[in-house]
């Protein structure tokens, strides 16, 4: 057993609208500069559509992730011994224009303008080049399914649905649509870190956050199509990678990152999950369909006391460990079930969970055709009649597995069953309760879910502790070497080249 | 005089800063060694260009670098016409991918847009070094033969008599000018490397293979 702590997230996708400001915040911290301009650390897709970058889903062509080969775990972008090989050119890297090419406006042309019969225009410039740009695609243009059938019908994951469920899901009578937020998953087996050749990217011991040393990075860009989430993203200006660093500076004080912090929905939680890292390569070697169930069983009990003294051998602090006992992201995952990581067959074992939305009211009827519910029954009418293929949940959250996404739905509407029953009334307790029976929940349980669901606070939601940088390697090291500086490292200007 | 000047003096010129300031760069400056890979904004003709290239004068520069350890192992295989003519035509064919390859690379530096954007002065010198020097190797390789003969009795000798502190530039003398230049634009090369992304060459990922697949750093432990 080797117990180590990790800052865990769950994201509440029934609770997100959507609006984007957690990928603002995000921006306007951290990837507002050139050569980072393109990228978005956060991003918010709606899902079905094809995600930023384009299709980041489709392995077969960005070959991110791990595969089992031989009996033995691989990164599927290359085997070490061919690895060498593609270093002069990555024939799976991603280009711009899988992302997009950043623009601004030529606004001083607003103000110089010459005098003229008609008002000047503010032309769209690259944020590459300075030259006049036709704008083709935007990091969030399949938004609200703005683009479809176009964004939609190429969605990846609609391979795991039948033809008559993608024709349903794309005709306008019964759309249907919800938003998937995603930053950097810091897995607990990142293939990021695998693939680097450099060693640049690496795992912090103490809370699991994956970093990238921008001095060891010599851009080899293996990184970036390792990654099956498209998290590690290219400066094409510096020649170095960059990705999501969870705000350490602030999760190192006990601060909620940027994009948890100004999440409006309220959507986002965050807390430390105990894992054993000695489990990550057994369970990663096991069949698809068994990948949540060892997902979750590498994830430690923290009020076992054999859990406690492995940890504390580890060199986790007392209040880490007190953090994990009262940790919102331990109990959405493994006490309730509810919380589901991102396409789980890439086994790399992300560290960020999603609830999955139970999507709209509305259901889909026998023929295909969604009415507008009449009365409370069809408000709540069972999983089965939902809009939203389960199929396409499995092919997201459940390794193309139905049974833990149906479990998780399943308990959710019970408990909005139960809820609607408590408070307003107008269902039978006693059909509410066998519900709640019936998706392997209590009342009691059920409280507890709707509390952190609903009510929650936000120490509820955030439930870090502060790191002891007080205790790290530095003041073991001449405290003056770094006087001056920012605490982040080097000061020297970003720039490309010697 | 000349010839001391130009081979005796600026070898040592280039090899010594090439040495320090590889070495000055890694240390004060690591940030700046990176490939500065521009895959990112093109990668259609990057495959042809960069795959072209690099394999090309892998095997050329493995060439160079057995005759200049070995130079009896090259003259023994030699002993045998078929073998030269072997010999020489693998390197042949290899400098013309290299050729292929660079001029792939530096028409699509100056004809995509998105990468004009990250070509810097130094990029533009050493393309033109790297294209001369590839060029003038086919040249020598097919006016001046044998290279590997010649290579071997006169270039390795005076090369070793670099290193060895002790030059002997008259080794090399004789040779036409051609040949001259060709050793001229190779050092040239030499001093350009720490100053620009060539450093990528001395950063090459082999320890990728020893390591473990997965780093871990405790801050309070250092390295695990």
């Known amino acids: ?498 | 005089m000349l010839t001391n000047f130009l081979f005796v003096g600026f070898p040592y010129v280039a090899l010594v800063l090439a040495i320090v300031v590889s070495i000055l760069r890694f240390t004060w400056r690591p940030f700046s060694y990176s490939s500065l890979s521009s895959q990112f904004l093109e990668t259609e003709s990057l495959f042809w260009g960069s795959s072209l290239w690099h394999w090309g004068i892998l095997w050329v520069l493995s060439g160079h670098l057995f005759a200049f350890f070995l130079p009896e192992a090259i003259l023994a295989w030699n002993a045998r016409p078929l073998r030269l003519y072997l010999l020489e035509i693998t390197g042949l064919s290899m400098a013309l991918l290299a050729l292929v390859g660079v001029v792939a690379l530096i028409v699509r530096r100056f004809t995509d847009r998105r990468v004009k954007v990250v070509t810097s002065p130094l990029d533009v010198v050493l393309l033109a070094v790297l294209l001369y020097q590839v060029a003038s190797g086919i040249d020598v390789a097919i006016r001046y033969r044998w290279g590997s003969a010649w290579f071997s009795t006169n270039a390795a000798p005076y090369l070793w008599s670099l290193i060895k502190l002790a030059p002997r530039p008259e080794l090399i003398a004789p040779l036409p000018w051609m040949v001259k230049l060709h050793f001229l634009s190779g050092f040239l090369v030499i001093l350009l490397l720490p100053f620009t992304r060539l450093v990528h060459f001395l950063v090459v990922p082999i320890f990728y293979y020893w390591r473990r697949p997965q780093v871990v750093i405790w801050n309070r432990k250092g390295l695990r």
């Open chain 1, 1 to 498: 057993m080797d117990i180590r702590s990790q800052v865990a997230m769950v994201f509440h996708l029934d609770k997100c609208i959507g609006c984007h400001t957690c990928s603002i915040a995000c921006k306007n911290v951290w990837t507002d500069r050139k050569g980072a301009d393109y990228m978005w650390w956060n991003n918010v897709e709606t899902k079905p559509g094809t995600g930023y970058p384009t299709q980041w889903e489709n392995q077969e062509e960005y070959k991110g992730g791990w595969v089992v080969k031989d009996g033995k775990l691989q990164l599927r972008l290359t085997s070490k011994g061919k690895f060498l090989q593609k270093i002069f050119h990555q024939p799976s890297l991603p280009t711009m224009d899988e992302y997009y090419e950043p623009w601004t406006y030529r606004y001083e042309d607003l103000f110089n303008g010459p005098e003229r019969d008609d008002q000047p225009t503010a032309i769209p410039v690259s944020k590459v080049t300075g030259q006049y740009i036709d704008i083709e695609a935007g990091p969030n243009w399949d938004d609200d399914l703005g683009g479809s059938p176009l964004y939609a019908r190429n969605d990846v994951n609609l391979a795991a649905m039948s033809e008559e469920q993608r024709l349903q899901l794309l005709s306008i009578e019964t759309l249907v649509m919800f938003y998937l937020p995603r930053i950097c998953n810091h897995c607990a087996n990142p293939a990021c870190v695998a693939a680097c050749p450099s060693g640049a990217i690496y795992k912090r011991g103490e809370d699991g956050i994956v970093l990238i040393n921008q001095n060891v990075c010599r851009g080899w860009r293996y990184c970036v199509s390792a990654c099956p989430y498209k998290k590690v993203f290219y400066n094409w200006s510096t020649g170095k990678s960059e990705k999501c660093l969870l705000c350490y500076p602030r999760v190192e004080t006990g601060q909620a990152p940027a994009c948890f912090h100004s999440c409006v929905g309220r959507i986002r939680y965050m807390g430390v999950l105990l894992y054993d890292a000695d489990k990550i390569e057994a369970a990663g070697l096991k069949p698809d369909a068994e990948l949540v169930t060892a997902h979750r069983d590498l994830l430690a009990d923290p009020n076992d006391p054999a859990v406690i003294e492995s940890a504390r051998k580890n060199g986790v602090s007392e209040q880490v460990l007190k953090a994990a006992r009262n940790s919102p992201v331990y109990r959405f995952v493994k006490d309730w079930g509810l919380a589901l990581a991102p396409h789980p067959e890439y086994r790399t074992f992300p560290s960020l969970f999603y609830v999955p939305a139970l999507g709209p009211v509305t259901y889909a009827m026998e023929n295909g055709v969604a009415l507008n519910p009449t009365s409370t029954e069809e408000i709540f009418a069972p999983l089965e009649q939902a809009r939203l293929p389960m199929s396409y949940l499995a092919s997201l959250f459940g390794a193309g597995q139905e049974a833990p996404v149906r479990y998780a739905m399943k308990k959710m509407l019970a408990i909005r069953t139960w809820k609607r029953a408590t408070e307003v009334g107008d269902v039978d307790l006693k059909v509410a309760l066998a519900g709640l029976r019936e998706a392997d929940c209590d009342p009691e349980q059920a409280e507890a879910i709707y509390r952190l669901t609903s009510l929650c606070s936000f120490e509820d939601r955030f439930v870090i502790p502060a790191s002891h940088r007080e205790q790290a390697v530095e003041v073991l090291t001449n405290p003056l070497e770094r006087k001056g500086a920012a605490g982040f490292g080097f000061r020297e200007a970003p720039q490309r080249g010697f």
